[in-house]
């Protein structure tokens, strides 16, 4: 994770995945790299799994309940001309404090229990890229579809969800345009994978 944290940042993680699409160069591969996206990150954080997850890991009574006292119960004041109105929200970490990038990236640490052999993965606060390098096509759609299926529970589980009309799959493939590389499929390859039964887009470069 190179987000919400100090000397980390967008430059350390495209760092990193251009060292992949050097390497699998080296070794004649490609790299198919699927970029992800958690819908409303913080918005999206069940406190309630939260401070289990932290209970879990250690952190002593008091200072779990005073951490449930501060984010579980959030009222929401709404004024409208003569219109007030008060709504009460126990979902989310507060936008604004110093404790939720840190409380973020702690709700979503375990996230590379999803991943498949061969797979990695590079995040930047809720934006994430999973990677994998092959000399083949079937070896790169196999370990990707498997680490999305598993993604895809894993944030069932934590009550957050990742946005498939914003993911997008690229393959890095450094094969000349032959015809026997054409045929092999490993030239323009193509593969096909869906995040909850969307196919995702195969895209030629991402931003």
Known sequence: QFGFRK??????CL?????????????????????????GAFDSVSINILCQKLQDAGLGPKLNNFLFNLMAEKIM???????????????????????????????????????????TIRQLADDGVISVPSKNIADLQSPLQTT?????EWARLLGIEFAPEKSQVVIFS???????????????PK???????????IAKDFK
Do not use: W
Request: glycine share 6%; hydrophobic share 35%.
């Open 15 to 39: 760092a990193l995945l251009v060292s992949e699409i050097e390497l699998a160069r080296s070794r004649k591969e490609m790299l198919a790299s699927v970029f992800l996206d958690i819908k």
């Open 174 to 188: 450094f094969f000349n345009k032959t015809e026997n590389n054409i045929q092999r499929g490993v030239y323009d």
């Open 191 to 201: 593969i096909d994978l869906h995040l909850y039964g969307r196919r995702i887009t």
């Open 77 to 119: 004041f709404f004024e409208a001309g003569s219109r007030n109105e008060t709504r009460t929200s126990f979902y989310g970490l507060p936008q604004g404090s110093c404790l939720s990038p840190l409380l973020y990236n702690f709700y979503v640490n375990d996230i590379d229990t999803c991943l498949a052999t061969s797979c």
């Open 148 to 152: 999305l299926d598993n993604l895809s």
């Open 7 to 12: 000397g980390k940042g967008t430059n350390d």
